[in-house]
T-cell receptor, first 110, second 113 residues
């Protein structure tokens, strides 16, 4: 399984951009990078995924380095409700599973 | 549309008993996965089913089993419960083919006493 490394915690001021990094240097060529977040005691929520190109949706943007060994999730205007644990997880091919690490606890401060 | 539904939400069982948890995926989703979440081990993959076939299995003992029905609904069973099985059990569904994000349910909180 591809291993991921994320900061244990990060802080962000409300209204500012939150940039969450993830290192996935052992990612396979056919694996996508998925990002999820989990608010306390709820099920994880899908945010975004990408293979090679940068991606954007209504929730966030995903920047993947050219060598695919790392990525950054960007929440453009963080709100208090974005306080959660954020996970990046490579998945794809014949894997059919998500491998979660410890994730990053993002705290958005007023 | 309705999300992933897991029942029951909470469950208390005694050591040695068995338990069955249920998951109804989003309509049209053919893949159902199960995860166990504990404070010590975090989120761990149990198994994944697609069209009634198990496509992948995590590193859990044989006491943990699952199945999927023709309507894509899934159940997981844990036999001979141990205290360490106390956890939040999460079910997730996806279309099953192609690169799609999984939609998770709210989970079943199992407490073994």
């Amino acid at each position: 399984d591809a291993k991921t490394t994320q900061p244990t915690s990060m802080d962000c001021a409300e209204g500012r951009a939150a940039n969450l990094p993830c290192n996935h240097s052992t990612i396979s060529g056919n694996e996508y990078v998925y990002w999820y977040r989990q608010i306390h005691s709820q099920g994880p929520q899908y945010i975004i995924h990408g293979l090679k190109n940068n991606e954007t949706n209504e929730m966030a943007s995903l920047i993947i380095t050219e060598d695919r060994k790392s990525s950054t999730l960007i929440l453009p205007h963080a709100t208090l409700r974005d306080t959660a644990v954020y996970y990046c997880t490579p998945s794809g091919g014949s894997n059919y599973k998500l491998t979660f690490g410890k994730g990053t606890l993002l705290t958005v401060n007023p | 549309k309705a999300g992933v539904t897991q029942t029951p939400r909470y469950l208390i069982k005694t050591r040695g008993q068995q338990v069955t948890l249920s998951c109804s995926p989003i309509s049209g989703h053919r893949s159902v996965s199960w995860y166990q979440q504990t404070p010590g081990q975090g989120l761990q993959f149990l198994f994944e089913y697609f069209s009634e076939t198990q496509r992948n299995k995590g590193n859990f003992p044989g006491r943990f089993s699952g199945r999927q029905f023709s309507n894509s609904r899934s159940e997981m069973n844990v036999s001979t419960l141990e205290l360490g099985d106390s956890a939040l059990y999460l079910c997730a569904s996806s279309p099953g083919q192609g690169a799609y994000g999984y939609t998770f349910g709210s989970g079943t909180r199992l407490t073994v006493v």
